[in-house]
């Protein structure tokens, strides 16, 4: 079964409207979780590494104010579109990893995704 | 770039045998990752490789080679089931996953 899930995994906002995307680490702590963009027929984009109670670790070219990310608990990271454009529609998947994870750290598992689509 | 190739398509004929390959280049290495990934979905698991040599499951197998900087995934068998993209990954040392941009497979009947 699915070890890391990911919600909502559809969504549509309006333009200039926020939108918060959870990411649940289950059964395993996740001390680190990755947040990617995704285009269709292109690659995985990582955009932020989060360490739980640090600040994320943004990649160049990303927008920390726009793209806000928390990862307050173990189990727990969110994604936060603020000022969301027509251009920030894309696919958004986050991963996890921990030492009590299945694999034991050395893996890390994937959420289902989310769609979003700003309209 | 992120210094991680990989063929952007192929095709094989479904029972046939098809091997991807990827290639990369860092300066320090944690593990290299297959990952399959269907249109619309996230990525799912395949294999994780430290130590050169063959790793196999099932009718997917996984090979790397550290000193030439090298991997391939070869699935045995093919199935339509099998057509989807086929994603490598490196990680050095933090766990940041460097990802190619994907090989995408289609199983013809």
């Known amino acids: 079964g699915a070890v890391v899930s990911q919600h909502p995994s559809r969504v549509i906002c309006k333009s200039g409207t926020s939108v918060k995307i959870e990411c649940r680490s289950l059964?395993?702590?996740?001390?680190?979780m990755f947040w990617y963009r995704q285009f269709p027929k292109q690659s995985l984009m990582l955009m932020a590494t989060?360490?739980?109670?640090?600040?994320?670790?943004?990649e160049q070219g990303v927008e920390k104010d726009k793209f806000l990310i928390n990862h307050a608990s173990l189990t727990l990271s969110t994604l936060t579109v603020t000022s969301a454009h027509p251009e920030d529609s894309s696919f958004y998947i986050c991963s996890a990893r921990g030492a009590s994870s299945p694999s034991g750290g050395n893996t890390i598992y994937f959420g289902e995704g989310s769609w979003l689509t700003v309209v | 770039g992120q210094n991680i190739d990989q063929p952007t398509e192929m095709t094989a004929t479904e029972g046939a045998i098809v091997q991807i390959n990827c290639t990369y280049q860092t300066s320090g290495f944690n593990g290299l990752f297959w990952y399959q990934q269907h249109a619309g979905e996230a990525p799912t698991f395949l294999s994780y490789?430290?130590?050169?040599g063959l790793e196999e499951k099932g009718r997917f197998s996984s090979f790397l080679s550290r000193s030439k900087g090298y991997s391939y995934l070869l699935l045995k068998e093919l199935q339509m089931k099998d057509s989807a993209s086929y994603l490598c990954?490196?990680?050095?040392?933090?766990?940041?996953?460097?990802f190619g941009t994907g090989t995408r497979l289609k199983v013809l009947a």
């Open positions: 059964d395993f702590q996740a001390t680190t």
């Open positions: 490789n430290v130590l050169d």
């Open positions: 989060s360490n739980e109670g640090s600040k994320a670790t943004y």
């Open positions: 990954a490196y990680t050095s040392g933090t766990y940041k996953y460097i």
